[in-house]
């Protein structure tokens, strides 16, 4: 099944400085089972049930077009506001493992930004774990590194973390 999707955003700040916009058009994959994104791959049964370890690949490309029309004092959006509007092409590549009680998950999340204006090429990767203490609990470790997708500042940094659902 092919998805396509169409996210425009308008980001501001508390006083209403702030003048960003920003469009992206995404196309996904998604199997016909779950309804969503994605291609789900049972490892240790020939159907995938609670005893069975499933891997998930989800592949997706973007198209983003935005720009900074007031940065309003944020120097990464002002660096962006001095370059211009873009147009980016984004693929991305998310693969998910999933443990036999659904409990724990793995995840590699990679990216590359293209900036079709300047030929600005930079990638970006993210290494996750996840682990459901309850039914709303979890606890949550990211590794990232590379360069953010929106604004293309480098990162390297490993996030920690406890989430509630409600």
């Given at each position: 099944?092919?998805?396509?999707?169409?996210?425009?955003?308008?980001?501001?700040?508390?006083?209403?400085?702030?003048?960003?916009v920003?469009a992206?058009?995404?196309?996904?994959?998604?199997t016909?089972?779950?309804?969503?994104?994605?291609?789900y791959?049972?490892?240790?049964?020939?159907?995938?049930?609670p005893?069975?370890?499933?891997l998930?690949?989800?592949?997706?490309?973007s198209?983003?077009?935005?720009?900074?029309?007031?940065?309003?004092?944020?120097?990464?959006?002002?660096?962006?506001?001095?370059?211009?509007?873009?147009?980016?092409v984004?693929?991305?590549?998310?693969?998910?493992?999933?443990?036999w009680?659904r409990?724990?998950?793995?995840?590699?999340?990679l990216?590359?930004?293209?900036?079709?204006?300047?030929?600005?090429?930079?990638?970006y990767?993210?290494?996750s774990?996840t682990?459901?203490?309850a039914?709303?609990?979890?606890?949550?470790a990211?590794f990232?590194?590379?360069?953010?997708?929106?604004?293309?500042?480098?990162?390297?940094?490993?996030l920690?973390?406890?989430?509630?659902?409600?």
């Open positions: 099944i092919h998805r396509f999707s169409l996210t425009p955003s308008y980001l501001t700040d508390g006083d209403f400085g702030r003048d960003v920003l992206t058009a995404t196309y996904a994959v998604s016909p089972r779950f309804g969503g994104p994605g291609y791959h049972c490892l240790s049964s020939e159907v995938c049930g005893n069975s370890w499933e998930v690949w989800l592949p997706s490309v198209v983003q077009a935005g720009d900074v029309r007031d940065a309003s004092g944020n120097t990464t959006l002002d660096k962006q506001r001095l370059a211009g509007s873009y147009v980016r984004v693929p991305t590549l998310g693969l998910r493992l999933y443990g009680d409990r724990a998950a793995f995840g590699l999340d990216a590359h930004v293209r900036d079709i204006d300047t030929g600005q090429s930079r990638s990767g993210e290494l774990y682990y459901d203490i039914s709303n609990v979890a606890l949550t990211i990232r590194k590379g360069y953010k997708i929106q604004t293309l500042d480098e990162i390297d940094s490993l920690l973390g406890l989430g509630f659902t409600f």
